[in-house]
């Protein structure tokens, strides 16, 4: 199981998303990092790289925000904002980011209080770090090059596991 958002999908699925791309969606993934974190199949395609990586808490703390924010509910903020700490921001989370202290204690400050952008200094912290960082390793590896190189060439068929490792075997 693959998941994307909260929202879980079998192997099968994710070869679905891939066999949707289009060379322009994957060239507009080299323009920014948020066009690759808005798409569907960018986010699976960046948290494959990732995992191949073992860096994928920062993509997860990223999209961890992003459905804080969308909370409807301001009774459910507190315990979401605490998962979020406990996970990503406690210096014992095991999948902590990296944040310098001064982001760190401001964010476990506004936890007291949460309101829907109690991690927006944080989150941004984290996108810029991933921009700098591992979104320009995406762009360079053979995972996004390949990509780039099927979707041109139409061979989109023939995505597996022997061409890229990164990519789950369609069942």
């Known amino acids: 199981m693959y998941c994307v958002n909260k929202i879980y999908f079998k192997a099968s699925q994710i070869c679905f998303f891939f066999s949707r791309l289009t060379q322009e969606e994957v060239k ?3 323009e920014s990092l948020e066009n690759l974190i808005t798409s569907e199949c960018g986010i699976v395609a960046f948290r494959s790289f990732l995992q191949s990586e073992y860096s994928e808490e920062n993509l997860d703390f990223w ?4 459905n804080y924010k969308k909370s409807k509910s301001t009774a459910k903020l507190s315990s979401k904002a ?5 996970d ?16 760190r204690e ?10 829907q952008s109690i991690f927006d ?4 912290k984290i996108f810029i770090l991933m921009e700098k960082d591992s ?6 590896s053979h995972f996004y090059l390949d990509l780039v190189h099927l979707t041109s060439s139409k061979k989109m068929k023939g995505l597996s596991t022997d061409i890229n490792p990164f990519i789950p075997q369609c069942a």
Not at 63 to 66: G, V
Not at 82 to 86: A, L, P, V
Not at 106 to 115: A, F, G, L, R, W
């Open 88 to 103: 990503f921001i406690s210096v014992e989370a095991s999948r902590e980011v990296n944040l310098d202290s001064t982001t």
């Open 106 to 115: 401001e964010t476990i400050k506004n936890i007291v209080h949460p309101t």
């Open 135 to 140: 979104y320009r390793r995406f762009l360079k």
């Open 63 to 66: 999209l961890a925000c992003e």
């Open 28 to 30: 507009r993934w080299a």
């Open 82 to 86: 605490q998962k979020i700490y406990e």
């Open 121 to 124: 200094q944080a989150q941004h």
